[in-house]
């Protein structure tokens, strides 16, 4: 045993939801003396054997806290319920509940009301990529800047930490904006399927493989909008014009129509291609259609 190791920071835990167990596993595996609370105390006991102490209420776990005091609940009303009546003077509180960057905000007033510092954040994983820094899970945060490096590195135990601004609301409007992007993402790949769907003689998973590879190739394509946003020049480096682009769009619609399916994943962002084209624009990529969805 090296006598010379530093101890880990002890860890808080109020939630044992999916995402709370995964975070609470990841954390005593990395060594860090854990108190979890959970309101239904029947998912402690496994982690109450696997090392965890647990407390019977949100207040004594916050009570006897001398470092983070995570929070993973339900939604806003849940984090309410549980510290309602709490002192959480001179608590250092990281509200890990997924929130709109509006309460991510409000939360932050709130706990320098109650004299807590508080940490928002965005968990950018879904369970079984906690505790496996392979998998590219990580977890946005913001707010006081100073205690996320108090913090940093029992933060990094479950995955990646990454600290996108001294506004609390940031770490939930970067999730958010991720999140969209992925929905936008899976209504592609739907879409891409359903065409697929009646050629009973093609192989699916071999499909799906093109279809990841060739989007992971595209999606280079956001730090080219990005360079248009920022210098204001959406002629700036564009390959496929918005002209070209939406004449093409027509095969694809003629396409869905002989396939027998549903083309409404896709007409959504082919009229806005197709606005900013009639307002003389056709040939800027991509980066115009930003400004139609913000009514500038």
Request: one cysteine or more; a negative charge; proline letters at 5%.
């Amino acid at each position: 045993m090296d006598t010379h190791s530093t101890p880990k920071a002890p860890v808080t835990l109020l939630g044992l939801g999916d995402m709370g167990t995964a975070l609470a596993r990841a954390w005593l595996a990395a060594g860090h003396p854990l108190t979890i609370w959970n309101r239904t105390p029947e998912k402690a006991g496994p982690l109450a054997r696997e090392g965890a102490r647990t407390v019977a209420t949100a207040a004594e776990a916050v009570a006897s806290a001398t470092g983070p005091v995570v929070l993973c609940l339900l939604d806003d009303a849940s984090v309410d319920e549980a510290l309602d009546g709490t002192d959480l003077n001179g608590k250092d509180v990281v509200n890990l509940t997924t929130n709109t960057p509006a309460h991510a905000r409000q939360r932050a007033h709130w706990a320098e009301e109650r004299g807590a510092r508080l940490l928002d954040g965005g968990i950018m994983a879904v369970p079984p990529m906690i505790g496996r820094p392979e998998t590219g899970g990580y977890i946005l945060y913001s707010g006081d800047h100073a205690l996320f490096a108090r913090h940093r590195a029992a933060l990094e135990a479950p995955a990646g930490a990454k600290f996108v601004g001294e506004d609390p609301g940031h770490a939930a409007l970067h999730d958010i904006a991720l999140l969209s992007a992925m929905t936008g993402m899976f209504a592609g790949i739907t879409h891409a399927f359903a065409l697929m769907g009646p050629e009973k003689d093609l192989d699916q998973a071999r499909f799906a493989t093109l279809l990841a590879e060739w989007l992971g190739a595209m999606s280079g394509a956001a730090h080219g909008i990005a360079a248009q946003l920022s210098s204001d020049n959406f002629t700036e480096g564009v390959t496929s014009s918005l002209a070209m682009m939406t004449a093409a769009n027509d095969t694809l619609l003629a396409t869905a129509q002989d396939q027998s399916v549903d083309a409404r994943l896709l007409t959504p962002y082919m009229e806005l291609m197709h606005q900013r084209v009639a307002q003389g624009h056709g040939d800027e990529g991509l980066a115009g259609t930003v400004g139609l969805l913000r009514n500038e």
